[in-house]
T-cell receptor, first 111, second 112 residues
Framework: DAKTTQPTSMDCAEGRAANLPCNHS???????VYWYRQIHSQGPQYIIH???NNETNEMASLIITEDRKSSTLILPHATLRDTAVYYC????????????FGGGTRLMVKP | DGGITQSPKYLFRKEGQNVTLSCEQN?????MYWYRQDPGQGLRLIYY???????QKGDIAEGYSVSREKKESFPLTVTSAQKNPTAFYLC???????????FGSGTRLTVV
């Protein structure tokens, strides 16, 4: 699986959009981009995933660049409850390929 | 409501003892996984199972064992061979490879 690079930490003001970047410059054509988040002392929560088109659900939007070498997770109106560690993961389209969690980005939403 | 349940939430173990962590899901998911998380770190895969009666080692399987006798259950045993077992253990399941994982709330194991 391709490796990802994320900033260690970010701050965001409550009510503003949180834009979390992820670099995956070695991603291959059949690898998907997944985003999870982990609130302190809880299990990670699935947010969204995509291949090459932008995706949106009730939690967030995922913007993938045309060359697929980077992506951005957007939380449109961050709340204090969005404070968490956000993991960007790439995974190949093959059975048996597990999710590999790196260090992630620690997002702190401040009032 | 469907979900994945880990028990207990907190577990204390004396050195040299084996201990088993429970993971049960009622989501009808085929695949189940065990991860370990140390403070400030990401998750590392211990074992996974894609079907009943079959399981595979992950990246850090030494000192751990699992069984998958039922689709709903995937218990993890931390044996005395695991030299540094104090950690946060997370169980997850998924319906297929391309769907997101559902995680349990975790078990925090402390060796005393």
């Amino acid at each position: 699986d391709a490796k990802t690079t994320q900033p260690t930490s970010m701050d965001c003001a409550e009510g503003r959009a949180a834009n979390l970047p992820c670099n995956h410059s070695t991603i291959s054509g059949n690898e998907y981009v997944y985003w999870y988040r982990q609130i302190h002392s809880q299990g990670p929560q699935y947010i969204i995933h995509g291949l090459k088109n932008n995706e949106t659900n009730e939690m967030a939007s995922l913007i993938i660049t045309e060359d697929r070498k980077s992506s951005t997770l957007i939380l449109p109106h961050a709340t204090l409850r969005d404070t968490a560690v956000y993991y960007c993961i790439v995974r190949e389209y093959n059975a048996g390929n597990m999710l590999t969690f790196g260090g992630g980005t620690r997002l702190m939403v401040k009032p | 409501d469907g979900g994945i349940t880990q028990s207990p939430k907190y577990l204390f173990r004396k050195e040299g003892q084996n201990v088993t962590l429970s993971c049960e899901q009622n989501l009808n998911h085929d695949a189940m996984y065990w991860y370990r998380q140390d403070p400030g770190q990401g998750l590392r895969l211990i074992y996974y199972s894609q079907i009943v009666n079959d399981f595979q080692k992950g990246d850090i399987a030494e000192g751990y064992s699992v069984s998958r006798e039922k689709k709903e259950s995937f218990p993890l045993t931390v044996t005395s061979a695991q030299k540094n077992p104090t950690a946060f253990y997370l169980c997850a399941s998924s319906i297929d490879w391309d769907y997101g994982y559902t995680f349990g709330s975790g078990t925090r194991l402390t060796v005393v």
